[in-house]
């Protein structure tokens, strides 16, 4: 089934540590995008790439990495900068015709 | 301002009858609009978008747009209890030589039997 698969679904971050954040497409999208969700919030945009081994900071980047290595894959690492982690993280992917944007199911980050 | 704004409800509707949720927005450069249902706990989904003035009808779906008064609505009909979840509006806006989705906090809405 073509989709959108972010992994784990739940995440437990360490204070002072770096995690990655999994997100592939089987899509053949060029378009990638990370939102966070905080409760009772909608979206903010943190990093999108347009293009395999091009990427751009979103409103939110400050705290976060990302890489483009292949068009099917889009990880995002949450490094220790980033003081205030614990939200619901979307992987979305965007095809090159209209701008409908379809999320994978999240992965929910917790700071213990 | 914000770009996109929600009323967050909770808005409380009466199985069967209509549920209708507001959007505006404050940038007159926006070209798409979009509705995003989304369950708790769960990821949004894409329900309905429109990028031409006017009404767009999807089964029990309409969305209406109005750019002179950057003012997008959706309107539910016969609203069952499953539609019970909170609906997320969504701009698109140019960002550094491409687009980006803006979107606003959502409206909690609940279907009462």
Known sequence: DGGITQSPKYLFRKEGQNVTLSCEQNLNHDAMYWYRQDPGQGLRLIYYSQIVNDFQKGDIAEGYSVSREKKESFPLTVTSAQKNPTAFYLCASQSGEGFQVGFGQGTRLTVV | ?113
């Open chain 2, 1 to 113: 301002q914000k770009e996109v704004e929600q009323n967050s409800g909770p808005l409380s509707v009466p199985e069967g009858a209509i549920a209708s949720l507001n959007c505006t927005y404050s940038d007159r450069g926006s070209q798409s609009f979009f509705w995003y249902r989304q369950y708790s706990g769960k990821s949004p989904e894409l329900i309905m978008f429109i990028y031409s003035n006017g009404d767009k009808e999807d089964g029990r779906f309409t969305a209406q747009l109005n750019k002179a008064s950057q003012y997008v609505s959706l309107l539910i009909r016969d609203s069952q209890p499953s539609d019970s979840a909170t609906y997320l509006c969504a701009v698109s806006l140019p960002f550094q030589g491409a687009q980006k989705l803006v979107f606003g906090q959502g409206t909690r809405l609940t279907i009462n039997p």
